[in-house]
């Protein structure tokens, strides 16, 4: 009995170990930013050396179970600096605040605009810069939007930097781009050329897509919407990262950064650098490109932070000129990959016209922040951006030896090619040594463009019980400097051009030498914007105007005569006025609408007739009206989102030169109207689910009338094209999105994306259209799904951070268009069209120290 006795007791007590052994606490807490309050999902909760953690839901809050013992939790979230909470004995932490990892990161984002999910009325997408690190790799920058609603993106002629993007059928010309609030499209003609931009998705730490109207408070020339960048800024902690990558097709890519933190004294320095080359997917399309980027921070006091930042990616590239039909890319042997612009030179890849791209854009800036007291600051911003280089031409009276039909995508009868199909451009050269007394035939040359450019932004902000209200000022000076530039006389001793009317015809021209045409372009902005906001629990609001002056000017050293080259100021008064709402049903539901009307400043090649000084009499204001409505659902696990949206773009100028006349076709209006859908789905800490849907409508309204002018600027005649009910074309109006993140092992996560395109229309030439028998609908590319996977694993080297990213871009090789030029006959046997890229893939080793 006793020995049964002793041995219940002993199990008793095992029991009782075992169970105090697993006995837990319930911790709780809710994480949040410690600038702005605003709640952070996502953020980790984990017992510092396991892997045993939670993370926080849409509301920032979390609870979680850790067994009795357990001393310390570790909170984090990428972009704040880590926080240790000691337990002793608490249970419910309250609100844990984070601190920013980057010195004056909130001053910058109230510049830039950078806006609150479910507060701000509009409609917004946010990619953060562990998203871009993961999935980006040896996509173009502005690829990683491509499961963003409304979004499409292309690699156009498939070199390196030469994406696209388009929102709601809006090419860059009408998106506007902002790199930490300082907007960067071209003052001339509203361009964004990504392969200036390219070393952006090494420091990038926010890109918010605002669709629409968006939030920024200038006076900006987007239609679609707007892409906000915001950069890194001087980290808080000391320390850096080193990364190695390699990728298909001979792409390799090295970078470092460094970071001194925030030092006793005040001040603070963030380098980076990075190179980056290879041979490209298509043929003949090789790159060598470098980015670097500089911060330096000295807070002088608790008002008063300067901060200078300086980023530029000098960079070349080979690229595509032509597009061609698909029926020729089946004939070549390279297929897909084809490439009809390039050839061998001195034993080198060398592209021809539109074959080639060198740049450099570095942009600088000088921040004030000031924060008089705690509900007043002003934010002031000195910048700079000098930029020079251009692109590849072939010109000569025989230029055709050297090219290809843009039309028809075919060689011209008189193009000279080697025996494996490439541009002979020995061969040329031994025509122009032939050619000695009348130089070359065809050279190379560069169109150059250069530019300088200078603003200041400032913004003040101040904060009375509920309301903010916003003023500044916004100015800008722009020159551009445009010419043609003899490169490569390819053999012969010089080269004659009679296009500059104050040069003898019979001048010898050699390399560096500029012919065909020589002028500046200058534009001068200034604008005034004002906001005020209404923010209560339930309730917010905002409205917000701007209004400017902006002035052309342009000065021609080939076409006039000394004294009679510059013409007069051409100015303009744009201004646009916005407001919208958001009503927070409850915690879960909440709804806006907002709406603006925006009368813009035609380009400059609008106002300016065929790259003359003559002013175009018949230029037009171009109008914007635009309105959303939408809907916001959050829960602690799910999350959607769901806008409709009509914006109406009427008076769209549009000048083309035809065969030597000049086009100037008026009243082209265009309607665009859909609905977007997203959503995100946690059902676990380990599973993340995302989708996107969006349903396009977008076309032009109306049959419109072209007025003919021939060289003298006299009007010879006009036409109507016939235009009503044609889709906008080269931007999917059908598009969705699926992904799935999950982590199969602690610290290893899997990803695989489907992106899907419909709907997609040939872009078109509307003087082509001016015929009822060639009216109609553009072709329509047929539908495409791609599939892109990766994974993801964190680990330890030496007591370092290390993560390994492999990703796999077109994981099945599909085959399609991604753009294209419509035909005569609308049909898929005339249309011209680019191919995207078959399966790629890259894989890199990141350390931090």
């Given at each position: ?50 892997a045993t953690g939670t993370v926080t839901d849409f509301d920032g809050a979390f609870v979680f179970e850790v067994p009795d013992g357990t001393k310390t939790l570790l909170v984090s979230f990428v972009g704040f600096l880590d926080k240790e909470l000691t337990l002793n004995g608490t249970q419910d932490f309250g609100t844990i605040k984070l601190e920013s990892d980057a010195v004056g990161l909130n001053e910058v984002s109230v510049m830039a605009s950078i806006v609150t999910d479910r507060q701000t009325p509009i409609s917004v997408s946010t990619v953060s ?365 010089f080269f004659l051009n009679d296009r500059n009317k104050n040069r003898d015809a019979n001048t010898w021209l050699k390399a560096d030498d500029k012919i065909n045409y020589y002028n500046d372009g200058e534009a001068l902005y200034t604008g005034l914007f004002g906001q005020a906001e209404y923010a209560a629990d339930n309730f917010s609001g905002f409205l917000s105007a701007a209004v400017s002056r902006k002035a052309y000017r342009r000065t021609d050293y080939f076409l006039y005569e000394p004294g009679n080259q510059q013409s007069d100021w051409e100015d303009?008064?744009?201004w646009n006025v916005k407001a919208g709402f958001n009503y927070k049903i409850n915690s879960i539901h909440n709804v806006f609408v907002n709406g603006g009307y925006v009368k813009r400043t035609p380009y400059m090649s609008n106002v300016f007739l065929n790259n003359t000084n003559e002013v175009n009499k018949d230029v037009k204001y171009e109008k914007i009206i635009t309105a959303e409505i939408g809907y916001g659902y959050t829960a602690p696990n799910f999350s959607a989102n769901v806008t409709l949206y009509r914006t109406n773009w009427k008076d769209r ?197």
């Open positions: 009995m006793k020995k049964a006795m002793r041995s219940i007791l002993s199990m008793a007590a095992l029991m009782m170990l075992s169970v105090a052994a697993i006995a837990q606490t319930t911790v709780k807490g809710v994480v949040v930013d410690g600038s702005t309050n605003e709640t952070l999902p996502g953020a980790s909760i984990i017992i510092p050396g396991t810069a562990e998203l871009i690190e993961n999935k980006l790799g040896t996509q173009e920058f502005p690829e990683i939007l491509k499961s963003t609603p409304s979004v499409y993106t292309s690699k156009e002629g498939g070199g390196f930097g030469d994406a696209s993007v388009y929102i709601r059928g809006f090419d860059s010309n009408n998106v506007g781009v902002l790199i930490n609030g300082i907007p960067v499209n071209d003052m001339e003609t509203g361009k964004v050329y990504w392969s200036n931009w390219a070393g952006l998705s090494d420091v990038t730490r926010t890109m918010q897509v605002q669709r629409g109207l968006g939030a920024s408070k200038l006076g900006l020339s987007s239609v679609g919407g707007t892409i906000n960048v915001l950069t890194k800024s001087t980290d808080a902690k000391k320390g850096g990262v080193v990364k190695s990558s390699i990728g298909n097709d001979g792409l390799r890519k090295q970078l470092i950064s460094l970071s001194t933190g925030l030092l006793d004294n005040g001040w603070a320095v963030t380098l980076l650098g990075s190179h980056t080359y290879g041979n490209g997917y298509v043929k003949g399309t090789d790159f060598d490109a470098w980015s670097y980027f500089a911060n330096i921070t000295k807070v002088i006091n608790d008002k008063h932070t300067l901060s200078f930042m300086i980023t530029g990616a000098p960079q070349w590239h080979n690229q595509r000129g032509n597009k061609h039909t698909i029926q020729q890319y089946r004939d070549h042997k390279d297929e897909f990959k084809y490439n009809s612009d390039y050839g061998m030179r001195e034993g080198k890849i060398y592209g021809g016209a539109y074959g080639y791209n060198y740049y450099h854009k570095p942009q600088a800036q000088l921040n004030h922040y000031w924060n008089m007291d705690d509900k007043t600051s002003l934010t002031t911003s000195l910048y700079a951006s000098v930029g020079s280089g251009g692109g590849r031409r072939v010109y000569g009276t025989q230029s055709k030896l050297l090219g290809v039909n843009y039309s028809t995508g075919e060689d011209y009868d008189v193009t000279m090619r080697t025996p494996d199909g490439l541009l002979d451009f020995d061969g040329v050269a031994a025509i122009n040594a032939a050619s000695t007394a009348l130089g070359s035939q065809a050279v190379i040359a560069n169109s150059v463009n250069n530019h300088s450019w200078y603003g200041l932004l400032s913004t003040l902000t101040h904060e009375y019980n509920q309301y903010t209200f916003t003023a500044g000022i916004d100015a800008r000076y722009y020159k551009g400097e445009h010419y043609n530039e003899i490169h490569d006389l390819l053999g012969g001793a303009f008064l744009p100028g549009l000048v083309k030169n035809l065969s030597g006349t000049l086009v100037n076709i008026s009243g082209l209006n265009q309607l665009h109207q859909g609905i977007e859908i997203d959503a995100e789905y946690k059902p676990s800490k380990k599973l993340t689910v995302r989708a996107m849907l969006s349903v396009g409508d977008w076309v032009y309204q109306d049959d419109v009338n072209a007025a003919v002018f021939d060289d003298n600027q006299v009007k010879i005649g006009e036409f109507t094209a016939y235009l009503k009910d044609v889709h906008v074309g080269n931007s999917a109006q059908l598009s969705g999105a699926a992904s799935i993140d999950y982590e199969v092992l602690p610290n290893l996560n899997l990803s695989v994306d489907y992106t899907y395109y419909g709907n997609h229309y040939a872009d078109f030439d509307a003087t082509k259209r001016t015929n009822l028998s060639t009216s109609g609908d553009s072709w329509e590319m047929p539908e495409a799904g791609l599939v892109d996977a990766g994974f993801r694993y964190k680990f330890q080297i030496a007591g370092l951070n290390a993560t390994l990213n492999t990703n796999v871009y077109n994981l099945f090789d599909t085959e399609y268009v991604s753009k294209a030029t419509d035909g005569l006959t609308h049909t898929t046997n005339e249309a011209l069209v680019y191919y995207g890229f078959g399966r790629t893939w890259s894989t890199g080793l990141k350390i931090k120290f």
